[in-house]
T-cell receptor, first 111, second 109 residues
Framework: DVKVTQSSRYLVKRTGEKVFLECVQD?????MFWYRQDPGLGLRLIYF???????EKGDIPEGYSVSREKKERFSLILESASTNQTSMYLC??????????FGQGTRLTVV | TQLLEQSPQFLSIQEGENLTVYCNSS?????LQWYRQEPGEGPVLLVT?????EVKKLKRLTFQFGDARKDSSLHITAAQPGDTGLYLC?????????FGAGTRLTVKP
């Protein structure tokens, strides 16, 4: 079975902290994605990557950066966490043009 | 503004009823996917539609892709409480994947 693992299920951070969300997939997929999910807004794309060291901005990249040094790992970085970044963060991976597999999500609260 | 608009946003029905939910966009997609998400979990794929006008059936679920590949519908026949969840559509182009806001379906026993 494909497995996408996010490092934390729940995270509480203080305003201004630098936050790292890690995602690892075990199926050698080319594409990896970070979304945030908020009530009534669905999944909004923050960044995606289609290869190692490659990244593309999604719809809401402001306040975030990403890193993909190895194919299996895609990290989301909040440079200086703010309360409006409190959300559910979902990582996904997929081969080109097929099914996406999601992690269980990280519920981040910024206080 | 969402690239993909889903309607209705919420739907609450009795067990045994039929329902249709919609996914609309002004953009053309190479394919479109439907996912279901349950609380505390990530979305799980239900179906992928690729060809304009395509209809796919998955037991009591019927999925249709519009002729122009801009919209899709999901019809559920004789809904059951186990169908309760958040239904999300996703439009795909090359490596990109964008989601709608979802329809939250509740099926009451």
């Amino acid at each position: 079975d494909v497995k996408v693992t996010q490092s934390s299920r729940y995270l509480v951070k203080r305003t201004g902290e630098k936050v790292f969300l890690e995602c690892v997939q075990d199926m050698d997929h080319e594409n990896m994605f970070w979304y945030r999910q908020d009530p009534g807004l669905g999944l909004r794309l923050i960044y995606f990557s289609y290869d190692v060291k490659m990244k593309e901005k999604g719809d809401i990249p402001e306040g975030y950066s990403v890193s993909r040094e190895k194919k299996e790992r895609f990290s989301l970085i909040l440079e200086s966490a703010s309360t409006n970044q409190t959300s559910m963060y979902l990582c996904a991976s997929r081969p080109t043009r097929t099914e996406a597999f999601f992690g269980q999500g990280t519920r981040l609260t910024v206080v | 503004t969402q690239l993909l608009e889903q309607s209705p946003q919420f739907l609450s029905i009795q067990e045994g009823e039929n329902l249709t939910v919609y996914c609309n966009s002004s953009s053309v997609f190479s394919s479109l996917q439907w996912y279901r998400q349950e609380p505390g979990e990530g979305p799980v794929l239900l179906v992928t539609v690729v060809t304009g006008g395509e209809v796919k059936k998955l037991k009591r679920l019927t999925f249709q892709f519009g002729d122009a590949r801009k919209d899709s519908s999901l019809h559920i026949t004789a809904a059951q409480p186990g169908d309760t969840g958040l239904y999300l559509c996703a439009g795909l182009n090359n490596n990109d994947m964008r989601f709608g806001a979802g329809t939250r379906l509740t099926v009451k026993p």
